[in-house]
Nanobody, 120 residues
């Protein structure tokens, strides 16, 4: 089993900042990527930012220049620094981990989600 735990959501005013944290643990043999997705009410879940074990970064166009994803490889932890937040970015933010486990599975794991609310 792989556990994914997020923290750091909350309420912030438009233009403000928040930092999300995500830690992965459990039966991880090789961690391929860690990333953040978000889902607003009535909308599909979408990629916000992702980092691979090799250090490659991937951002949604709408967050480039404002959000920064970073990872502590040794601790299987990823952070998302979000600056200049907009009300339309209010959503539940989910951490995703793609890994090869010690029992021989390639699989994707999700955290429980953390609410981010941006007031206007």
């Amino acid at each position: 089993q792989v556990q994914v735990v997020e923290s750091g959501g909350g309420l912030v005013r438009a233009g403000g900042s928040l930092r999300l944290s995500c830690a992965a643990s459990g039966s991880i043999f090789r961690l391929v990527s860690m990333g953040w997705y978000r889902q607003a009410p009535g909308k599909e879940r979408e990629l916000v930012a992702r980092v691979t074990s090799g250090g490659s970064l991937d951002y949604a166009e709408s967050v480039k220049g404002r959000f920064t994803i970073s990872r502590l490889n040794a601790e299987n932890t990823v952070y998302l620094q979000m600056n200049s937040l907009k009300p339309e970015e209010s959503a539940v933010y989910y951490c995703n981990v793609y890994a090869y486990t010690t029992i021989g599975n390639w699989d994707s794991y999700w955290g429980q989600g953390t609410q981010v609310t941006v007031s206007s």
